[in-house]
């Protein structure tokens, strides 16, 4: 079984960054991918971002050019920093892993696709 943590979640203003960790313990594995995904009070959960293997990263358009996903494979740690943060981006953010990186990225963007979750961390952005 593989174990994911998310941290760094919290409360900002409005403009303001956060950056998120995820860190993935038990039975890890290489060539896996890593996602987030986020769920607003009353919303069904959404993709936000992805990272493969290779460092392929794929967005929600809203986010492009906001957000960033990056990875440590030797900490078996993905991040998602935040930054120029809306009231729109409040949510639980949840961290996610396949076993393996897929050929077409574009599938991350399914929360089926994924073997493993964390429990979240919760985003809060302020007006």
């Known amino acids: 079984q593989v174990q994911l943590e998310e941290s760094g979640g919290g409360l900002v203003q409005a403009g303001g960054s956060l950056r998120l960790s995820c860190v993935a313990s038990g039975r890890t594995f290489s060539n896996y991918a890593m996602g987030w995904f986020r769920q607003a009070p009353g919303k069904e959960q959404e993709f936000v971002a992805a990272?493969?293997?290779?460092?392929?990263?794929l967005y929600l358009d809203s986010v492009k050019g906001r957000f960033a996903i990056s990875g440590d494979n030797a900490k078996n740690t993905v991040y998602l920093q935040l930054n120029r943060l809306k009231p729109e981006d409040t949510a639980v953010y949840y961290c996610a892993a396949r076993r393996r990186s897929p050929l077409r990225v574009q599938i991350l963007e399914n929360l089926v696709e994924y073997d493993y979750w964390g429990r979240g961390t919760q985003v809060t952005v302020s007006s």
């Open positions: 990272i493969t293997w290779g460092g392929t990263t």
